[in-house]
């Protein structure tokens, strides 16, 4: 038992009512369904949790109203390892786009000790205008080392499409607010999940620390209103009054003006989104490029994002059409050296089987903004002001010819990153450890700029620039001189 949970627990169990697990999901989710009775309007989703098994592996199981207390302590009850989300879904399985309503919000904040939650209550409940006022949760869960905070909805939200990518903004915005260094918590890496994040369940076991979880029941059930209100920007907050942003276009309309949407969408019937030619979009060789390059992201992976990482290489991989096989070998050695990042929760081989569910099509159109989130990598966009990348090189070349001809012989010793970029152009197909070897750089020093070479900047807007072979290309560098760096 951690000192943050004896602390916390000694506080909470002073003031607040401790709910047993079986009572908890019962009141978390009270609409389950029954066990044996087929439900074909969808009206009773579920929840789905995962269980440890005799073979120590997790398996699923749905939530039925009428055999939960058998299943609470056959399944949950001292178990060393289970994990279930505010969610409640149409199917089987815990898969986002299965999800139908959303029971809670849950948060979790890692590294709460007696003096964090003194914090925390300081700030429970206050108005939400000034600094540093949270939410007062529904319930708190201790979960080790840390908390877990549960908004209960007076009443489930509809997870239409648009919603969840709303409840998913207002999610990390509040997440910002919660987690505070020093304050709320004692550790410094902000920790962003998803919305259907599945959480150590009530009176379940955290094997690591040997420690009960508990819940304390300290706040009302509350609205999507009194959490939009402490939101930081307002553009984060939920309406739930625009689930739909329909078309105006007719039919008609849209087949001429998108022909393979209207094939694939209304003649096949396919209505996921299409999936990005990620391949066909290379600059090179290498079909898997952009996966490569997510491999080589390893040396900027702090502890609390380490899944999210591995999580994100199996996105990668999907994007790309990385065989599964090369996905599971890379991972296993990325394992390897994520095991060697300090931070108070181990990783485990759970960790990979769990993360390997992101290899699917639910996932292919994961976007930038929200992998640097989750994994606090800064992900740097291309700018090339509508062009080609093949034209954008081709500019940017012919520029940098023109303004700094003799870029390369810069006196005195060369930047790290120009002896990174000079040792790929004279190694192309040198890896990074090879790099490491031959530079006698850092390891962090190569990844950092493993893919970021040297770039020419030029600020004179009334450049004139005279090549060959094309005028087409010369146009493309003046329009690209008039709009400026």
């Known amino acids: 038992m951690t000192e943050n949970y004896r602390g ?278 290498d079909p898997y490029a952009l996966y490569h390059w997510w491999l080589r992201q390893i040396g900027s992976i702090e502890g609390g994002h380490r899944y999210f990482y591995l999580m994100c290489l199996a996105i990668y991989a999907y994007k790309c059409d990385v065989p599964k096989q090369q996905l599971r070998q890379d991972m296993r050695t990325a394992f390897e050296d994520l095991q060697m990042v300090k931070h108070e929760n181990a990783l485990t081989e759970e960790d990979i089987r769990s993360a390997l569910e992101a290899y699917d099509k639910e996932y292919y159109n994961f976007t930038i903004a929200d992998i640097e989130k989750l994994t606090n990598v800064r992900i740097e966009r291309s700018k090339r002001n509508g062009r080609t990348q093949e034209q954008h090189m081709e500019v940017m070349r012919a520029i940098q010819k023109v303004t700094n001809p003799n870029w390369r012989r810069g006196n005195g010793r060369p930047s790290a990153q120009q002896r990174v970029y000079d040792w790929r152009q004279q190694n192309p197909d040198g890896r990074p450890k090879e790099c490491i070897a031959g530079t006698g750089l850092s390891k962090n020093t190569v990844y950092k700029w493993w893919d970021n070479p040297p770039t020419v900047r030029y600020e004179d807007s009334g450049l004139t620039v005279k090549i060959r072979p094309s005028q087409a290309l010369s146009d493309l560098i003046q329009e690209d001189l008039r709009k400026g760096p």
């Open 8 to 285: 916390c627990y000694e506080y909470l169990s002073a003031q607040f009512e401790q709910v047993g697990g079986y009572d908890f999901y019962r009141e978390l989710f009270p609409d389950n369904e029954l066990y044996g009775v087929k439900y074909d309007d969808f009206s009773h989703p579920s929840a789905v949790y995962l269980y440890q098994g005799e073979d120590e592996r997790l398996h699923r199981r749905k939530m039925y109203h009428d055999t939960w207390e058998q299943d609470y302590t056959e399944f949950v009850e001292q178990n060393p390892l289970t994990l279930c989300s505010g969610l409640v879904y149409r199917r089987n399985k815990n898969r986002l786009e299965h999800a139908q309503r959303m029971n809670a919000l849950i948060f979790d904040l890692d590294g709460v000790g007696i003096g964090e939650l003194r914090n925390l209550f300081l700030r429970f409940d206050g108005d939400p205008k000034r600094v540093r006022r949270l939410p007062m949760p529904t319930f708190l869960v201790l979960s080790g080392n840390g908390l877990h905070l549960y908004y209960v909805f007076k009443g489930p939200i509809d997870l239409y499409p648009n919603i969840k990518v709303q409840l998913k903004s207002l999610k990390y915005d509040l997440t910002f607010r919660i987690w505070e260094y020093k304050g709320t918590s004692q550790l410094k890496a902000i920790q962003y999940q998803s919305i259907n994040q599945g959480f150590r369940m009530v009176g379940s076991i955290n094997a690591k620390y040997g420690t009960e979880l508990v819940a304390f029941r300290t706040g009302e059930r509350v609205t999507l209103d009194y959490l939009n209100a402490y939101a930081i920007k307002p553009e984060n907050r939920v309406d739930i009054n625009k689930p739909f942003h329909p078309s105006r276009m007719t039919r008609a309309q849209a087949k001429e003006a998108y022909p393979e949407w209207y094939q694939r969408v209304v003649i096949e019937g396919n209505k996921r989104k299409k999936k990005w030619d990620i391949a066909g979009k290379v600059h090179g060789d």
